[in-house]
């Protein structure tokens, strides 16, 4: 099933006991989903948007548009097909680990209402959290340099992990957008089409 919003800004409606808080942005249909840490680390407590106000953000944003996962970037950017959000979600303080805890439902329920096709997540500590429940890859220990810009095989995602905009050089940039341009240019959704199966004309396509 799909989900059907027209709403771009924060479409499953959280509110999180805290001020500021940065819920999700983009298309609530998304083949993409980026996913980063919290405010405090990735920017937003001013916008109420993911991945904005800071230069690390601007520029992790400014990939995105070269390698074709964003139109334009922004305050908020314009989207088609991706999906921005954070594990933690308020921009009053920096989240210890029952602060994570707290927020993982919301986290759940927007992945697996979005269902993407791919997840991309931002920094290590959303990477392990993806690894540790969205893939069968070890989360104690992953090192992003080796990780960053490359395809990791999930339970029904593939995932592409970013290093940390703040830590890259030129060549990490430049890295990412080759590997967005290479990826859009493949059967990235990995659906089989069973309608032949059935009578009539019907498309019917599972992942």
Not at 37 to 51: L, Q, T, W
Not at 55 to 62: F, H, K, N
Request: glycine fraction near 8%.
């Amino acid at each position: 099933m799909k989900n059907i919003t027209a709403t771009q800004h924060n479409p499953f409606g959280f509110q999180p006991p805290c001020e500021p808080f940065v819920p999700g942005y983009g298309d609530a249909n998304a083949d993409f989903h980026v996913i980063g840490d919290h405010p405090g680390v990735h920017g937003g407590s001013e916008s109420g948007i993911p991945f904005t106000g800071t230069p690390a953000a601007e520029r992790l944003q400014r990939a995105l548009v070269d390698g074709g996962l964003l139109t334009e970037a922004g305050t908020p950017p314009t989207v088609d097909k991706t999906y921005l959000s954070y594990l933690f979600l308020c921009g009053d303080r920096v989240p210890d680990e029952e602060d994570y805890a707290d927020h993982e439902p919301m986290f759940d329920t927007e992945v697996r209402a979005i269902t993407s096709h791919v997840l991309l997540p931002v920094g290590e500590r959303a990477t392990k959290h993806v690894f540790a429940n969205m893939t069968a890859e070890p989360a104690d220990d992953v090192d992003m340099e080796a990780l960053h810009a490359t395809e990791v095989r999930g339970s029904g995602w593939l995932v592409y992990p970013i290093k940390d905009p703040v830590e890259w050089t030129d060549e990490d940039e430049s890295e990412l957008v080759a590997s967005l341009m290479a990826l859009l240019a493949t059967d990235y959704r990995q659906e089989a089409e069973l309608g032949r199966f059935l009578p009539g004309d019907d498309v019917w396509r599972v992942r």
